[in-house]
């Protein structure tokens, strides 16, 4: 491949074909950028959340309504939605059983700071699902995450948390390290952050066993934090025997093993760990678990609840510095119930494993029809192609594989022909209420983006 090309594509092409397809999507939207800029003022940087700036386009579409697998702007086009708010509405926008468990709750109040009988009906729904866990309930993944950490530290006595070199789990602080050199330090980019993290954390990179135990081997490790399949950067794979291997070696060592599904979920019903025999001591899982109302879960096992018991009871009264007040509330488990119950099932786990492959599938072949040095990654009812040859290692690997100026261009180019994929990477979902036609015109629209950048 000669060394200018970006991808695969010569670069003038590529600057040109951005440049068009900017134009086009700014000309189709004029009551966005409209009412964007009349409410610039009022945001940080003109929009409620920093992220919503990571999206590609001129400026960003303002949705009107949502639901199913489809979303409508307020400048009236009708979008294919497969980014599905970045897995937070897995199951499709607003599922009619969460709807109605919404309606229903919001008669009887939003919280309460006490249990409900749906409170422990959603509890056995979790173990019948995911497994014999003891659990816990927050808001988010992060505050899972956070708290799972602590309840590590807590009952292993030690200070340190293994994680892998682009590992995606929330904003959580002990996360925020990576791999430079062989030496583990704070990630590059932190916003405030003061402390150096290498005194809780240390970084290994996906699917090098050998590293993992030379890590473990020095005792300072609580636990080991993972996702079962990396995804915050282009999505790796882990090889034969790594799971394995991680269990095997976290038990050696006296370290816990903490799975974080809430990427993966969409891997099977009961998420990776289910679908693949894996055996943590605790399991976290956030995002799409409560149909998109705001929820997230973090279990332990049994034996891992007694340590913790045991270490708790003998602590001095005050504050744990785990929970928040708005966490565990009933409109929570309402919705979270008739998730597990009504929603997320086998049949809709068929469907959506059905239609990714379709996907895959249709993608695989205009790669290879237009002869583009790229890949094609499924897990479950996640699709992403990457922009480069394959399959990648670690998170090293997965950072020189990203293609920024490409994947924009991209991402714009299929939003302009009516396909919304998440802004982050070239993540794809597919839930319950895609339809086949929806990923025939996907994989039409990358045809027709990729015979332009390639031609």
């Known amino acids: 491949m000669p060394a200018d090309l970006i991808a695969g594509i010569a670069p003038d092409r590529l600057t040109a074909f951005a440049a068009a397809e900017a134009k086009r999507y700014a000309a189709a939207r004029p009551k966005a950028k409209k009412a964007l800029a009349a409410g610039d003022a009022v945001f940080l940087d003109g929009v409620p959340l920093h992220w919503m700036k990571d999206w590609p386009m001129p400026h960003l579409p303002l949705v009107a309504k949502a639901h199913g697998a489809r979303i409508e702007d307020i400048d009236g086009h009708a979008i294919d ?49 995911f497994g014999d866990f003891r659990w816990q309930i927050a808001t988010t993944a992060t505050d899972a995450n956070r708290f ?11 200070p340190k948390i293994l994680v892998f070199n682009g590992c995606y789990h929330g904003t959580v602080d002990d996360a925020m390290v990576e791999l430079v050199n062989g030496t583990t330090q704070n990630r590059q980019g932190l916003l405030g952050q003061f402390a150096d993290l290498t005194a809780g954390a240390v970084c290994c990179e996906f699917n090098d066993l050998v590293g993992v135990e030379a890590a473990l081997a020095k005792g300072d490790v609580a ?26 070696l976290s038990r050696r060592f006296g370290a816990l093993l903490i799975i974080d599904e809430t990427h993966t979920i969409s891997s099977g019903l009961g998420g990776y760990t289910r679908v693949h025999s894996l055996s943590p001591d605790m ?20 034996e891992v609840a007694d340590r913790y018991t045991q270490v708790n009871a ?10 928040t007040t708005l966490s565990a509330n009933p409109m929570q488990f309402a919705c979270l119930k008739t998730t597990l119950a009504e929603v997320m099932t086998p049949a809709a786990y068929a469907h959506m494993e059905k239609l990714a492959e379709r996907l895959s599938a249709g993608l695989r072949r205009v790669i290879d029809r237009v002869g583009a040095p790229w890949h094609v990654v499924r897990v479950g009812a996640r699709v992403e192609f990457i922009c480069a040859p394959g399959p990648l290692r670690n998170g090293t690997e997965a950072g020189f594989a990203h293609q920024p100026q490409v994947e924009r261009a991209v991402h714009t180019a299929l939003l302009n022909r009516g396909c919304l994929i998440a802004p982050f990477h070239n993540m794809m979902l597919i839930s319950p209420s895609t339809k086949k036609a929806q990923v025939d015109r996907l994989i039409a629209a990358f045809d027709a983006t990729l015979s332009e950048l390639f031609a």
């Open 81 to 129: 939605d497969f980014c599905l708010g970045d897995t937070g509405s897995m199951f499709g926008h607003s599922p009619a059983p969460v709807a109605k468990a919404i309606r229903h709750q919001a008669r009887r109040g939003l919280t309460y700071m006490l249990p409900t009988e749906e409170a422990l009906a959603a509890g056995r729904l979790l173990s019948e699902r």
């Open 148 to 158: 799972a950490i602590r309840v590590a530290r807590a009952v292993t006595g030690r």
């Open 223 to 248: 636990a080991i934090l993972t996702e079962p399949v990396m995804t915050n950067s282009c999505m790796v794979l882990p090889e034969a025997g790594f799971h394995d291997g991680l269990r095997t």
């Open 283 to 302: 399991f976290v899982v956030g995002k799409c678990v409560a149909g998109g109302m705001p929820t997230a879960v973090w279990g332990m096992t049994a």
């Open 314 to 323: 003998g602590r001095p009264s005050g504050h744990s510095g785990m929970g």
